[in-house]
């Protein structure tokens, strides 16, 4: 996409220059390709004013005398018609090289006994456009001698920007301008060229056919052409562009054909909407019909290619053939001439779709078709029109007597809920409401906050020329890009960002079934069938084997199957968990599902070493130090206890959280060798605690399988620079005050310098008092912006050892 800086100015005066405005864009909209400053081959040419003009006898020539603002005047034999006295025209001296001519360079010559030392140029001469019949006029106050780029824009810069499929909106000097004007803070205005154009009469409006002035607009294929408009402009006078036109187009690299049609270019680079003028005169019937091709129908194009055309092709037609393929190219038939002066003219509304076919079909692509294939402004169909026939009007003079507008105006594009906590979930950091809500509109969005009371939200409705806005993470983008990347901060964001929402349960089960893989336990999958009875499990309708019928109430029944068959081949060393749904009867005769982790661990501790040839084996301990993992994993955040809990049922442990009892730690009954050694297992429930537990079959707990809420995000934080601190304490604890609640005083009262707690070492008799035992904790401090000082440690310390005081009782052990 080409970008007219000066064009782009007119829309947002915005004092910077092509470069900086180039960046802005680049960084926030869509990446800067390239740019190019425009016409440097015309900085030799200066404006002349012919002081003197005489025709030479016989010849279709003159003599002129012209003023180049040296002081003398400059002799120049010119062979243009419109040679007048007083008039402006660009002039090339001597060794100028002329741009329409080949680089033909000028030279001092003599013609028909005249010197000539000079040339006064056309449009065609200085590639400015098509017209060569007479040399161009230059409508200004400079004073001779002004250099040309001075006072046309073809000092103008070009940016090309690489625009993605999905935002066919910067398809347009407008709709890069009003990206340029948020991220400026500029208001858009319109150019001056469009501003007080001639008003357009009320238009006609059919669904699918409308008629006045003796002109009917119809639509035959709704699908391919959901509106249809048209403008009937009569008086008009074709001939050449003023300058401002032929400038605008030539900022884009197009070039000037007439007023008429440079009207049309000038709506589909500058506003965004294809637009065809057509010879009312050479228009069949003075009728416009949106159909399909007929089969075989053949069509000359405007680029003198004759085609034929199938009946997938759209096509628009006049009472007797097709005048040009919609969306694509119009025809030659009805194309606008010097001769015109009645226009009607089109602006329609096409489905990207069949523009598409036809586009395929014909072989050839043009800007109309580019832009109709990813999507126009939908709803200011009528207002280009309108646009359009008033500039028609400006530059060709003529009456708009007629508008028609055929078909469905579209409805407005659905509203999209956007969420301040989503905005700060994708992006790791918050953005401010106000910003959100400012931002938004800058680009056009409707934005309504929604009423107090819930978490902070607002219903945005895009504009209708941003059909690409369907879902929450698209205003999100809009939000972040116009915030812009590089404000994000470099250090790595508290949280992961992501598109999609994780199912809770889903996040619970990966984090424990690493935490327990990272332990040296290895998944297993066991079928959830066991021996069960019908009082107290579900049986099934069709068991795979007779002696079990039943679904398993608990994780640990079927892993205890799979310990005693590897006992039975000679398989001692047992280290397995599950994450799996058990089964009990419901109250209303359907089966509950719930969700368990269960683990099992018996045998070695570790493999065997030379210098090790017997480890030793799995203990309670071990075990209880498997469920604070399994716990801590599945419930981020949450206060994990193991209480001691011995009772028959072979529990040693019940596992807390929050208070809530949520599994044990237990012996395991197994089916065993007299050489094997003692079993441990683990089950806990995996879903978050709302209410007390419900208790089954002894002391085994389950809560409800489904989670509540989402589990807290885990925050990840940069890889640290500086040294940790290492701080050993040895404490005094009361027998009744467990060492988890030590390390809960600890960590809330160590704040964020407290990376790492520690138990090293449990003593009891000596100088311990009875009723309490010294704990030796090790605690890491890290600051990651800078060393920590020794007051601050020590400040910190004693922080620590108050808030153990004063919460526990726990003192420091003496010595």
């Not at 994993?633 to 193991?642: C, D, E, M």
């Amino acid at each position: 996409m080409i970008v007219s800086h000066d064009w782009l100015r007119a829309f947002v005066p915005h004092g910077r220059t092509a470069a900086e405005i180039g960046q802005l864009l680049s960084t926030h909209t869509a990446t800067l390709e390239g740019m190019e400053a425009l016409r440097g081959d015309l900085a030799p040419f200066i404006v002349g004013q012919v002081v003197h003009t005489e025709k030479i006898p016989e010849t279709r020539l003159s003599f002129n005398r012209v003023d180049d603002g040296s002081g003398t005047l400059l002799e120049v034999v010119c062979g243009a018609p419109n040679v007048e006295l007083g008039a402006k025209y660009p002039l090339a001296r001597v060794g100028t090289v002329i741009p329409g001519k080949g680089g033909m360079v000028i030279e001092r010559r003599k013609i028909r006994g005249f010197t000539s030392a000079g040339m006064l140029c056309s449009a065609a001469e200085l590639g400015l456009g098509e017209d060569a019949d007479g040399i161009m006029t230059l409508a200004t106050d400079a004073a001779p001698g002004t250099p040309l780029l001075n006072i046309m824009p073809t000092g103008d810069v070009r940016l090309e920007l690489d625009v993605l499929a999905n935002r066919p909106d910067l398809l347009s000097q407008l709709g890069v301008a009003r990206e340029a004007a948020a991220l400026t803070a500029v208001p858009l205005v319109l150019p001056p060229e469009l501003r007080d154009l001639a008003p357009a009469p009320a238009a006609v409006r059919g669904a699918r056919e409308a008629s006045a002035g003796g002109v009917t607009v119809r639509i035959d294929d709704a699908e391919g052409c959901p509106r249809f408009t048209a403008a009937v402009i009569r008086g008009v006078r074709v001939g050449p562009s003023p300058e401002w036109l032929v400038q605008r187009l030539a900022g884009v690299g197009a070039r000037s054909i007439n007023n008429v049609v440079d009207v049309t270019n000038y709506v589909l680079h500058g506003l965004g909407q294809p637009a065809h003028a057509y010879d009312l005169a050479r228009v069949g019937g003075a009728t416009l019909v949106a159909r399909r091709a007929r089969a075989g129908e053949a069509l000359t194009t405007l680029d003198g290619h004759a085609r034929i055309l199938d009946g997938e092709s759209l096509v628009i037609a006049d009472a007797e053939r097709a005048q040009g393929i919609a969306g694509v190219m119009g025809g030659q038939d009805s194309e606008v001439s010097g001769a015109t002066t009645d226009v009607l003219l089109e602006v329609a509304l096409f489905d990207p779709r069949r523009v598409r076919v036809s586009r395929r079909r014909a072989g050839v692509s043009t800007d109309a078709s580019y832009r109709f294939e990813r999507g126009v402004d939908r709803g200011a169909t009528l207002e280009r029109l309108a646009q359009a026939a008033g500039l028609i009007v400006a530059v060709a003079g003529g009456t708009i007597k007629t508008v028609l507008d055929v078909g469905e105006a579209p409805a407005a594009l659905p509203a999209v809920r956007l969420r301040a906590s989503r905005i700060t979930c994708l992006l790791g950091q918050s953005v401010p409401d106000a910003d959100v809500e400012r931002l938004l509109s800058a680009i056009g969005f409707g934005v309504a906050r929604e009423p107090a009371g819930g978490e902070t939200a607002w219903t945005v409705t895009p504009p209708s020329w941003r059909q690409d806005v369907t879902r929450e993470v698209d205003l999100i983008e809009e939000v972040v890009r116009l915030v812009g990347f590089d404000a994000l901060p470099d250090e790595l964001r508290p949280f992961r960002a992501g598109s999609v929402p994780d199912d809770p349960m889903h996040v619970v089960t990966l984090r424990v079934r690493d935490a327990l893989v990272a332990q040296g336990l290895l998944e297993t999958k066991p079928l959830p069938f066991v021996r069960g009875d019908d009082a107290t499990h579900v049986r099934v309708g069709n068991p795979l084997a007779e002696d079990e019928p039943h679904l398993r109430t608990y994780v640990l029944d079927t892993l205890a199957r799979r310990a005693e068959y590897n006992l039975s081949r000679m398989q001692g060393n047992v280290r397995l968990f599950e994450i799996g749904g058990v089964f009990a009867p419901g109250s209303d005769g359907r089966p509950d599902e719930r969700w368990q982790l269960g683990a099992l661990i018996m045998g070695e501790r570790r493999p065997p070493h030379f210098t090790e040839p017997k480890p030793p084996a799995f203990d309670a301990w071990d075990a209880k130090g498997i469920a604070e993992v399994a716990a801590a994993a599945a419930f981020p955040g949450a206060a994990v206890a193991l209480v001691p809990a011995q009772d028959e049922t072979g529990r040693l442990w019940s596992v807390q959280v929050d208070g809530h009892e949520v599994g044990a730690v237990r012996r395991v009954a197994l089916d065993s060798p007299p050489w094997a050694s003692p079993a441990f297992g683990v089950e806990l429930t995996l879903a978050p605690v709302e209410s007390a537990p419900v208790a089954a079959r002894g002391a085994r707990l389950s809560t409800p399988p489904a989670p509540a809420a989402a589990p807290p995000h885990v925050k990840a934080r940069a890889l640290p620079s500086t040294p940790a601190v290492e701080l050993d304490l040895a404490l005094l604890v009361p027998d009744a005050v467990t060492a988890a609640d030590v390390a809960r005083v600890l960590r809330a009262a160590g704040g964020e310098l407290l990376e790492r707690v520690t138990l090293f070492d449990e003593f009891r008799g000596g100088d311990v008092p009875a009723g309490s035992r010294s704990l030796a904790w090790r605690l890491s401090l890290r600051d990651p912006s800078r060393t920590l000082r020794d007051k601050e440690v020590e400040g910190r310390r004693q922080k620590l050892l108050k808030a153990l005081d004063s919460e526990l009782g726990v003192r420091p052990r003496a010595g």
